[in-house]
Each structure stands twice: as C-alpha cells, then as structure tokens.
C-alpha cells in the first residue's frame, strides 16, 4: 500500500482523556465529552487526535496500564461511544490515533495472570527471574517510577521486570508470539478504521541479552541496556513489513534520550521503521533530563533542541513539533511567564508552530493553562510524583517538598481542562477525580472564545496562518542569534515566499533583533501577539511574524 504521509500537513491535538471533558457528570473525563467537544477541535484547525490510551486498564498509571488492548474502558464509554467519535472524527476530515503502550501491560491483563501461574502460551510472555545466588534482586535496574524494577510473584515464585510501576510488568518481545499479539493489536485497531498510533516508550522493547547490570548510569540504573536495545529495529521492521505497510497509517515513536542522529536509524523515510518521533530534547531546557531535576531555564538550550533537529532530520525524516503533553508540567509556567501570561503563552505557540514539521498541541495548551500546584501532597494523582514524594527529599519540610512538585509532577499538567468559569471549570457536573486548577475563572475557554485578543483565538490564526504558508510546511529552516539568551529568531523560506520567526523570552523590553540580509519594512507583519509592535524595541515576550512573498 502506497504511503501518502497524509500527517505532513496537519496539526494534530492530544487528548488526555481523564481530564479533557467528562459527558456523564460521573467526574472523569469521557469519549461522550470528547464527541461534544470535535467542532471546538475543528475550529481551532486540528486535523487529527491523539488519544492517550482509552482502553480498559485499572488504571495504576492513567491508563498506561493495559488489561485489554482489544477494548474501551466502559467509564470512558465503551466501544459504542468510540465508533461515534471515529466516525465524527472521520466526518469532519479528522484522524484519529491511538496509544499503543507495548512495553508493558497491566498486571491485571490475562496475560500476566496466565503467565505468573506458568499456563502455555504465556508463561514466556513477560521477563521472570529468579533472584541472584546472594538473594539479591536479578539486577540493579531501576524502574523509572517506584524504585527497582524487580518486584516478587508469590504465585510464580520469581521476580518480574518492570521498567515502570509495580502494576506495569514489561512484556517479553523477544518471544515471537508476543510480537504476535502486537501485531494483532494494530491489525484490529487499523481495520476499524483507525490512522496511527502514537507507540509508547517504543525504544524500550529490546532488553539486552543477559539483563547485566549497569555501571553507568547514576539514576534510572539499566537504562543504557535496554533504550534502543538490540533488537528494537528488527522488531520494528517486523511489525512494518507484516501489519503497518498494509495500511496509509501514521507511526510516531516516543523515545527518551534520542539524537537526532540516532532518530534516523528509526525514521529515515527510506530506511526507518516508523514515521516520527516524540524526543525529549525540547523538555529539557530547565532540567538535566527529567522534570525531578531542575535546572534554570535557559533559551539556548531549548534553541539548541529546536534546530539541532530542524537541521537533523532535514531532507531525511520528518519532525513532529511539541511543546507539552501529559508528561510535563506547563511551559507557560516553565519557559513562559505567568507575569506576562497571555504574551507568553502565544509567544510560546510561535516559536514552535512556525517550524517545519507536523505540530501537535496538548489539551489546554491553547488556553495557555498554567501549571497546577495543590496546597496539600495527597491532593495528586500521579503514581511517579507520589512515589517521589514519599521516597524522596524527606529531610526537607513540607513546604520545599510541595514546591519540588509544583515544579517537576506530570500532575501540573493533568488537571481539568478549563471550558468556563461555571463550577468545576465546566469540566464536570459531578466531583471531578483531580481538582481543578483555581484560576479557571481567569484562564477559562468560554470566556476566550468571546475575547479576539485571548490565547485560544491567537492559537486559532497562529495555525490558520501556518496552513496558508507553503514556507512553513515546505521551506528551508535558519536560525539566527543562535547564543542570545533572549531571543529565538528563525527563517523559513521556500521558491515563493520567505518568513522570519521573531521571539522574546525576555521580561524586559529590547532592541529590535533584525538578521542582516532582512529588511524588516518591506516585509508584512502577519502575526504578533500584542495590539502593536514598536518600530525599534520587542516588548516583554513579544512575538512577530514577517512573510515576503517573492
Ligand atoms: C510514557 C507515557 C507515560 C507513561 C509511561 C509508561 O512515557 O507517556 O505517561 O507513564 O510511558 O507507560
Ligand atoms: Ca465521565
């Protein structure tokens, strides 16, 4: 089946369904909510979702916890309510994907069950081991939310690897039939009609022979024997060649500590598996690879993130284009300002949607919410930031140990989406399963909606104007300025036109930077997030954008 690459003109929007809008008043997030909801979506010029995982799961982590990949989670609606949203989604000109989350399943999946009492055929289907001679555990790995990642089967007598929670135990892909339950998994899915998947910490699937020990890595201890592992790219290639190259679908690869180099090997559109890939480089702009370990923010390096992959995977492979998602708190609140909240959070939008790549745009993002932070620890939900929060940081006071989450839990941006200022946000008419940030009656849709100058309507232009510009899906990608620690300034120019992408992180006001070879008064100002622009200085967060049509 030919590969039209349909994803190359989109934008597309994730879903995190829990909180985006509950249909039934039961207090969580629905697909009745999401059907309510696909108009809001086309309006702001979406063209395709991405649903984090909706399936039955007992949801230890939000549903990264998959008892039944087959399946809707019925308090999500069920099966009935998912073929409305696909087919209102497909209405409309949408697409849809899907999670798949393969590394591992629920250990309420039938699988695990089967295999902890050792029933063929799944006895081989997760990674078993039995302590070391001395009793210790099988290795020194950590898992990347609760501790090690070995815990204990009473029933099976061994222990059980899981890179994640206690409830999430990594399934066994060297067994070719696992491989062939995952296959199974994307035909089912594909043949109902669905575009893609979004693949879960895919480049954790191959662990290296042996399981040995890591002396390398100070924390998340075994990573370096099990991300991009021995065998990931002919596990790929399998599920390519017998399932995914039957289809005109979209694969987008989540994977942790990546290169741009490194992510050709996966998406090279000759030589790759896959189509694009989530990399975590654009999140660690204030911190030293994860959220836990905060550092100032600091422009170049999120500029560095940006262009290193502009210019990697030019000509070669295709970007997908982020700035939040479910996994990290706010940027607004991060690489924004609350201060100059509204500039910023349009700011934000321009300096990544006018690069070249398919954008996506996390729920509430384009309402600029800002970071969640609970006045009590046991108001969160997440199963990393409470385990972080009772193993870690003990001897501080509470008071430090709060702000330690406000700024580093997934949880800050897992609240509620904001639709009004009606009670609950408008999320629910029940008691929502996670508070909603306070400032909904400031930060709310309802209200920015009737505001042409609010974030949401910005959004809107900002990626009605990009559809409209062939520079952007097509052109050529320059940075300028590259070490000013308070300007991104970037130009995107194809056979007709040419932009030039100017952005403020700064909190005060500053000379105009202008690139030579640009002569700013014979371009066209198409965009920029105040009333007006000054002639000579940027204004605090300022973004503008200039189009020459040649
Ligand atoms: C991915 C998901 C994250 C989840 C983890 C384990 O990183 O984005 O939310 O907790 O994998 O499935
Ligand atoms: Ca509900």
Same mark, same amino acid.
């Given at each position: 089946?030919?590969?039209?690459?349909?994803?190359?003109?989109?934008?597309? /929007?994730? %879903? $995190?369904p829990?909180?985006?809008? *509950? #249909?039934?008043?039961?207090?969580?997030g @629905?697909?009745?909510g999401?059907?309510?909801?696909?108009?809001?979506?086309?309006?702001?010029?979406?063209?395709?979702?991405?649903?984090?995982p909706?399936?039955?799961?007992?949801?230890?982590d939000?549903g990264?916890?998959i008892?039944d990949y087959?399946?809707?989670?019925?308090?999500?609606g069920?099966?009935?309510?998912?073929r409305k949203v696909?087919?209102?989604?497909?209405?409309?000109?949408?697409?849809?994907?899907?999670?798949?989350?393969?590394?591992?399943?629920?250990?309420?999946?039938?699988?695990?069950q089967?295999?902890?009492?050792?029933i063929d055929?799944?006895t081989? /289907?997760? %990674? $078993?081991?039995?302590?070391k001679? *001395? #009793?210790?555990?099988?290795?020194?790995? @950590?898992?990347?939310f609760?501790?090690?990642?070995?815990t204990?089967?009473?029933?099976?007598?061994?222990?059980?690897?899981?890179l994640?929670?206690?409830?999430?135990?990594?399934?066994?892909?060297?067994?070719?039939?696992v491989?062939?339950?995952?296959?199974?998994?994307?035909?089912?899915?594909?043949?109902?009609?669905?575009?893609?998947?979004?693949?879960?910490?895919?480049?954790?699937?191959?662990?290296?022979?042996?399981?040995?020990?890591?002396?390398?890595?100070?924390?998340?201890?075994?990573?370096?024997n099990?991300?991009?592992?021995?065998?990931?790219?002919?596990?790929?290639a399998?599920?390519?060649?017998?399932?995914?190259?039957?289809?005109?679908?979209?694969?987008?690869?989540?994977?942790?500590?990546?290169?741009?180099?490194?992510?050709?090997?996966?998406?090279?559109?000759?030589?790759?598996?896959?189509?694009?890939?989530?990399?975590?480089?654009?999140?660690?702009?204030?911190?030293?690879?994860?959220?836990?370990?905060?550092t100032?923010?600091?422009?170049?390096?999120l500029?560095?993130?940006?262009?290193?992959?502009?210019?990697g995977?030019?000509g070669?492979?295709w970007?997908?284009?982020?700035?939040?998602?479910?996994?990290h708190?706010?940027?607004?609140t991060?690489?924004?300002?609350?201060?100059?909240?509204?500039?910023?959070a349009k700011m934000?939008?321009v300096?990544?949607?006018?690069?070249?790549?398919?954008?996506?745009?996390?729920?509430?993002?384009?309402l600029?919410?800002?970071?969640?932070?609970?006045?009590?620890?046991?108001?969160?939900?997440d199963?990393?930031?409470?385990?972080?929060?009772?193993h870690?940081?003990?001897?501080k006071?509470?008071?430090?140990r709060?702000?330690?989450?406000?700024r580093?839990?997934?949880?800050?941006?897992?609240s509620?989406v904001?639709?009004?200022?009606?009670?609950?946000?408008?999320?629910?008419?029940?008691?929502?399963?996670?508070?909603?940030?306070?400032?909904?009656?400031?930060?709310?849709?309802?209200?920015?909606e009737k505001?042409?100058?609010?974030?949401?309507?910005?959004?809107?232009?900002?990626?009605?104007?990009?559809?409209r510009?062939?520079?952007?899906?097509?052109?050529?990608?320059?940075?300028?300025?590259?070490?000013s620690?308070?300007?991104?300034v970037?130009?995107?120019?194809?056979?007709?036109?040419?932009l030039l992408?100017i952005?403020?992180?700064?909190?005060?006001?500053?000379?105009?930077?202008?690139?030579?070879?640009?002569?700013?008064?014979?371009?066209?100002?198409?965009?920029?997030?105040?009333?007006?622009?000054?002639?000579?200085?940027?204004q605090?967060?300022?973004?503008r954008v200039?189009?020459w049509?040649?």
């Open positions: 089946m030919e590969k039209t690459r349909w994803y190359k003109d989109m934008v597309f /929007y994730q %879903i $995190w829990r909180s985006f809008k *509950d #249909g039934n008043g039961d207090g969580m @629905d697909l009745w999401v059907y309510e909801k696909l108009d809001y979506l086309k309006e702001l010029g979406i063209d395709g979702i991405w649903f984090s909706i399936y039955p799961s007992p949801g230890a939000c990264y916890d008892s087959m399946d809707i989670a019925p308090e999500f069920g099966m009935e309510a998912f696909l087919d209102g989604v497909h209405r409309r000109g949408m697409k849809l994907i899907m999670d798949l989350v393969v590394n591992h399943t629920s250990d309420e999946h039938e699988w695990f089967k295999s902890r009492q050792r055929p799944y081989d /289907y997760y %990674i $078993w081991r039995p302590a001679a *001395d #009793g210790s555990l099988p290795n020194n790995w @950590d898992s990347n609760e501790g090690k990642a070995w204990y089967d009473e029933v099976r007598g061994e222990y059980y690897l899981h994640f929670a206690v409830k999430q135990p990594d399934l066994n892909m060297d067994n070719p039939l491989r062939e339950e995952v296959k199974k998994i994307l035909r089912f899915w594909l043949d109902m009609g669905v575009d893609g998947f979004r693949e879960d910490v895919i480049t954790y699937i191959s662990k290296k022979e042996g399981l040995p020990d890591d002396h390398l890595f100070p924390i998340y201890k075994g990573m370096p099990y991300n991009h592992g021995p065998h990931i790219h002919e596990y790929l399998e599920f390519k060649r017998d399932v995914l190259d039957h289809y005109d679908c979209m694969t987008l690869a989540e994977a942790p500590l990546v290169s741009p180099k490194l992510a050709l090997r996966y998406i090279d559109e000759e030589t790759g598996q896959m189509d694009m890939m989530i990399q975590f480089q654009c999140q660690c702009a204030d911190c030293l690879f994860t959220d836990y370990l905060p100032p923010f600091f422009l170049p390096r500029k560095r993130a940006f262009t290193s992959w502009q210019q995977l030019e070669r492979a970007n997908m284009l982020y700035l939040e998602n479910h996994d708190p706010r940027i607004v991060r690489y924004g300002s609350e201060e100059f909240w509204s500039e910023s934000l939008a300096s990544y949607l006018f690069q070249k790549g398919t954008p996506f745009v996390y729920q509430g993002q384009e600029g919410m800002t970071n969640w932070r609970p006045e009590r620890a046991d108001m969160y939900r199963v990393q930031t409470l385990w972080q929060y009772t870690s940081a003990l001897n006071t509470e008071e430090q709060l702000k330690r989450l406000w580093s839990s997934r949880d800050g941006a897992r509620p904001q639709w009004s200022s009606e009670e609950n946000a408008g999320f629910t008419t029940g008691e929502p399963w996670m508070a909603v940030n306070p400032n909904y009656k400031r930060i709310n849709a309802a209200d920015q505001d042409p100058a609010s974030v949401l309507n910005f959004y809107r232009r900002a990626i009605a104007l990009r559809k510009l062939s520079a952007v899906r097509h052109g050529d990608y320059r940075e300028y300025f590259p070490l620690p308070d300007v991104y970037y130009a995107r120019e194809d056979e007709r036109q040419k992408v952005c403020s992180f700064a909190k005060k006001t500053l000379a105009l930077p202008v690139p030579e070879g640009f002569d700013i008064d014979s371009g066209r100002l198409v965009l920029l997030n105040y009333p007006k622009a000054k002639k000579h200085f940027l605090p967060y300022e973004a200039y189009l049509e040649k």
